[in-house]
């Protein structure tokens, strides 16, 4: 197992605060103080000033910490955002559900994202802490008993199944999402056993007054549901990230770095969603793929880089294959 990085720089924990904290007062006190409807040229221009930011700091690892961690922190980056891809499609499913207006949409997910931020926090953390405690050969010696030559991980490898099942499972379900009811997810009873729920929207406010009673707005009711969702997400990203590196810095940088650049890349894809119809599919290879390296970690180990171009291969596959045999268009009436 190899020690963080903050160990020995505890200068990239104040660079990675700092910058997170500005720059979510900037969006929030200056992009977001009035809801509005994000363009797609705010998208672009966001989406590039995110992942340039999450490119420089990764150049700081390789500056402070070497090549080793720095492809570590590119493919846990990229295999987290690649697969909250999937995460947005669903995420334009709630949407389209709730009837939510455009110009609400970005303070849905600005407090989404704020969310995960501890959320990801606890798994990752956790899951360090869970994974260094279950080697089984550490199990072993603490009872007296020889280890074995391969020094296998019970977490890892329930992990690795899990992730097979998942990504199998992804393949075969891509075209059931269109139907669900989010009403009876159970974000949107967490908030209607918490608070009367309004059958109107008042603008962006998450809670309003009718007949002198307080009812939160079907707005809160998204939120929740986006949550719960991401949640459910993170039960498959979280532990596709362990099978890069051990490091919980690592992790938990490159994983708020990809999700702090979610919202530009949500309204990209839902104006040319057309062009990732089969992204899906990639996605759910991606998930077998990570699953098998974890399960095969103690006897091969697979390099982060190879990792990295592997990943990358599949998605730009994906996505020329979306482009040349693009979904048939449904005829609105």
Same mark, same amino acid.
């Given at each position: 197992m190899t020690n963080s990085i903050v160990s020995n720089n505890p200068g990239l924990i104040a660079i990675f605060a700092f910058t997170i904290i500005v720059m979510l007062l900037i969006d929030l006190g200056v992009f977001n103080k009035k809801s509005h409807e994000v363009s797609n040229k705010e998208a672009v221009i966001w989406s590039i000033v995110w992942i340039s930011l999450s490119m420089i700091f990764s150049g700081l690892v390789y500056y402070y910490a070497g090549s080793a961690k720095?492809?570590?922190?590119?493919?846990?980056?990229?295999?987290?955002?690649?697969?909250?891809? @999937?995460? &947005? %499609?669903?995420?334009?499913?709630?949407?389209?559900? $709730?009837?939510?207006? !455009?110009?609400?949409?970005?303070?849905?997910?600005?407090?989404?994202?704020i969310g995960a931020l501890v959320l990801r926090a606890i798994f990752i953390f956790s899951g360090t802490f869970l994974i260094e405690m279950t080697y089984l050969n550490k199990i072993l010696n603490y009872f007296g008993h020889e280890g074995f030559k391969y020094n296998i991980n019970i977490v890892m490898t329930l992990f690795g199944l899990f992730l097979v099942y998942a990504g199998i499972k992804s393949w075969f379900s891509n075209d059931g999402d269109d139907e669900e009811d989010f009403n009876n997810s159970k974000g949107a009873k967490f908030i209607r056993k918490i608070f009367p729920v309004s059958?109107?929207?008042?603008?962006?406010?998450?809670?309003?007054?009718?007949?002198?009673?307080?009812?939160?707005?079907?707005?809160?009711?998204?939120?929740?549901?986006?949550?719960?969702? @991401?949640? &459910? %997400?993170?039960?498959?990203?979280?532990?596709?990230? $362990?099978?890069?590196? !051990?490091?919980?810095?690592?992790?938990?940088?490159?994983?708020?770095?990809?999700?702090l650049g979610l919202r530009a890349l949500f309204f990209l894809l839902d104006n040319f969603i057309h062009l990732f119809s089969k992204l899906p599919y990639g996605l759910a290879f991606v998930l077998s793929f990570i699953g098998v390296k974890m399960i095969i970690a103690p006897f091969y180990h697979i390099e982060s880089v190879h990792s990295l171009i592997f990943i990358g291969s599949v998605l730009v596959i994906s996505v020329i294959i979306s482009i040349l045999f693009p979904e048939p268009t449904e005829v609105e009436e």
């Amino acid at each position: 197992m190899t020690n963080s990085i903050v160990s020995n720089n505890p200068g990239l924990i104040a660079i990675f605060a700092f910058t997170i904290i500005v720059m979510l007062l900037i969006d929030l006190g200056v992009f977001n103080k009035k809801s509005h409807e994000v363009s797609n040229k705010e998208a672009v221009i966001w989406s590039i000033v995110w992942i340039s930011l999450s490119m420089i700091f990764s150049g700081l690892v390789y500056y402070y910490a070497g090549s080793a961690k720095f492809f570590e922190f590119q493919s846990a980056y990229w295999i987290e955002k690649s697969l909250s891809v @999937d995460n &947005l %499609f669903v995420f334009i499913l709630v949407f389209k559900f $709730f009837d939510v207006a !455009n110009q609400n949409k970005h303070k849905v997910l600005f407090w989404g994202i704020i969310g995960a931020l501890v959320l990801r926090a606890i798994f990752i953390f956790s899951g360090t802490f869970l994974i260094e405690m279950t080697y089984l050969n550490k199990i072993l010696n603490y009872f007296g008993h020889e280890g074995f030559k391969y020094n296998i991980n019970i977490v890892m490898t329930l992990f690795g199944l899990f992730l097979v099942y998942a990504g199998i499972k992804s393949w075969f379900s891509n075209d059931g999402d269109d139907e669900e009811d989010f009403n009876n997810s159970k974000g949107a009873k967490f908030i209607r056993k918490i608070f009367p729920v309004s059958e109107k929207y008042d603008g962006s406010k998450f809670f309003t007054y009718e007949n002198g009673k307080k009812f939160a707005t079907p707005l809160l009711v998204v939120v929740a549901v986006i949550e719960f969702t @991401d949640l &459910l %997400f993170a039960v498959d990203s979280i532990p596709a990230i $362990f099978a890069i590196s !051990n490091d919980p810095f690592i992790l938990y940088t490159s994983n708020i770095f990809a999700i702090l650049g979610l919202r530009a890349l949500f309204f990209l894809l839902d104006n040319f969603i057309h062009l990732f119809s089969k992204l899906p599919y990639g996605l759910a290879f991606v998930l077998s793929f990570i699953g098998v390296k974890m399960i095969i970690a103690p006897f091969y180990h697979i390099e982060s880089v190879h990792s990295l171009i592997f990943i990358g291969s599949v998605l730009v596959i994906s996505v020329i294959i979306s482009i040349l045999f693009p979904e048939p268009t449904e005829v609105e009436e």
